[in-house]
């Protein structure tokens, strides 16, 4: 199995803030990766980082990303290699209907990689078919980006735009609040579709509700800044059985 | 200023052959009422409310003549093909008929020039022209203000020609009337047109009008104010897409008499390099009369746009939506100024007004003020006003998802103004997305 991900010894400070106090992952080709933490642990800072949000300040350590430097590459350029973060709080666009959005960055990606654009009879075909996997009703590709969408029907757009995009490594984070148990099983119906596709991932969350379909090859715990435990399943089973502070021994 | 008052009033005087209807008794009358009012309150200084955001320097320094210098010579970069959907077209040239374009027209439609109605059919012009003093503004000090209309005033005596659109009773005309003005004036010179929309019961109607004022070089002032009735039970809905050269001041007024059942929408579409200003002035007149006013102002370089709305609600039952939005680059700057007031007694007044601008430079400046005088008891009223930059939230989430930096700011910028242009009839939609496009490329 080759390497996707490899973070070494992060230090991430926020405002001056240190919020990772290195932290060390590696993601290996087609593993699902949970990684779950109490609040103020870093985890939505981890997603950030890796998407390339700005405002972060990169302290110390190296992300390797297929044997590429992930810090030195854009926020777009990390999309179009297929880095994909689905967002705790999608971001509403008025003005932008989801249709545009998607096949603009769809198109945006092609051309990044030298592909050819795909014309709107293609881009409409394809989105039809993602649409009805995820069990969407096809009004939404005329609404604007996220306005107005229900909490699961933003969670949902973002696994259609995932699905759309067609990642190597995607990002989940807290893909499950806001869903209920139907909405639930559909979005993780909708990522483990794309993981016959050999898609690496990283769910952040902090139930074991969603990875009982998710069913990850590992699970880390992150705390303080750090992973401080590594495991399978039955370590999600022990965390909810004893809480974080069983676990990582804290008072 | 006084100096420059009696100049024009002399001016006035000495071009009496360039301005039409006065051989009509009330005509004469109205112009001469109007150069009196102006000779009285001048150009609007800051010491005007509507007038305190920005000093046109230019307008109060510089003396401009009457234009009188038609060599009918036309430039036709500037004058594209007559659109599909539209039954008939007005083409105005410096201010002068150069052609009226329609296939078929359709019964019931009357479209000419102001002059062709002066000489042929004065009686209809009569009382539908109105005096400056009509949309004089109330202060809630009981005092009529008639000072922020001195331009209209100023219109009113020194207008040279105009349209003339009457559409009669229950008819509902098809496609779309277009007015185009094209500017290539002169240096130092103004011209001022005068139009009419008329609307009879029941009829429908959707007008174009289309400000081009290409004036690099060369100071110019010009002004439209239109006068707009839409009777009971009609419908009207009025574009207005100005375009102005760097050195153009162009001031626009919509005076619009909205009654009982009907329904008047508005639009304008700003985008200039040097200063323009649009009024918009909408009288409620009936029960369950509605209007809906949009303006989208595009700033850039050393620009000033303004946008001023008054909306008086004076029967029962009567809605209004005011919505405006502001993009800005550069050095430019604008104004909003919305106004909301509910008469005594117009109870079951709803009426919403927001305005939101987006700074794309350090140096961009805008005044956003939304006023509201309510002196009915069971009304509701909303306003907001945001200006802001560019989101980094929504920045981030288009590149996160591989849309380039430049790419993903387009975007945000034009879905700002789409929220004004997806709106629009659709007969408008390409023209106004090409005023944007335009915007972008300068």
Known sequence: MSTTLEIKDLYVEVDSKEILKGLSLKIEHGEMA?????????????????????GYNIV????????????????????????????????????????????????????????????????????????????????????????????????RAEVFQMSMLSPTLAILDETDSGLDIDALKIVAEGVNKLRDNKLSGIVITHYQRLLDYLKPDTIHILADGKIIKTGDKSLALLLEEKGYQGITGAN | MKNLQHKYYESYKDNKLLFPGLDITWLKELREEAIAQFKKDGFPDKSVEEWNNHSYKNLKEKYFTPFSDNKFEINSKLIEKRGSNCVIRVVFYNGTLTNIEYDNL????EVNTLTHFIKHKPSFLKDKISSAYKYAEERLSNIVDSRPQSIVAFNT???????????????????????????????????????????????????????????????????????????????????????????????????????????????????????????????????NASTKIDMLLLGSKDSLLEGLTKVKHSKKNTFSDQKARIILNENSKASFQGKVRVDKGSDGTLANMSSKSLLLSKKARVNSKPELEILADDVRCSHGVTIGNLSLEQMFYLRSRGIPEVEARKLLVSSFGNIIIDDLNKNFIDKAKKIMTDYFND
């Open chain 2, 157 to 287: 005596a020194f207008h040279q020609e105009g349209a003339v659109i009457h559409i009669k009773k229950n008819v509902k005309v098809p496609g779309f009337i277009e007015l185009l003005h094209i500017g290539e004036y002169s240096k130092d010179t103004m011209q001022h047109m005068r139009s009419l929309v008329y609307l009879e019961e029941g009829s429908e109607c959707e007008v174009l009008e289309n400000i081009i004022n290409d004036t690099a070089n060369d100071l110019v002032f010009t002004s439209n104010v239109t006068d707009i009735y839409v009777s009971k039970g009609a419908s009207l809905s009025f574009n207005c897409f100005i375009k102005g050269g760097t050195n153009n001041i162009h001031i626009n007024n919509i005076h619009g008499a909205v009654h009982e059942d009907s329904k008047f929408t508005s639009t304008s579409i700003m985008s200039a390099l040097g200063q323009v200003r649009s009024e918009n002035r909408i009288n409620l007149l009936g029960e």
């Open chain 2, 106 to 109: 359709p019964e019931g439609i």
């Open chain 1, 60 to 155: 110390n350590g190296t992300i390797k990303y297929l044997g590429n430097d992930l810090l030195k590459m854009s926020t777009e350029e990390r999309a179009s290699s297929g880095v994909f973060l689905a967002f705790q709080y999608p971001v509403e666009i008025p003005g932008v209907a989801t249709s545009t959005f998607v096949r603009t960055a769809l198109n945006a990606q092609r051309r990044n990689r030298g592909e050819d654009e795909l014309d709107a009879m293609e881009f409409l075909k394809l989105a039809r078919q993602k649409a009805k996997e995820l069990e969407m009703s096809e009004d939404f590709f005329q609404r604007a980006v996220n306005v107005g969408f229900s909490g699961g029907e933003k969670k």
């Open chain 1, 34 to 54: 949970a990684i779950m933490g109490p609040n103020g642990s870093g985890k939505s800072t981890l997603a950030s980082v890796l998407a390339g949000k700005e």
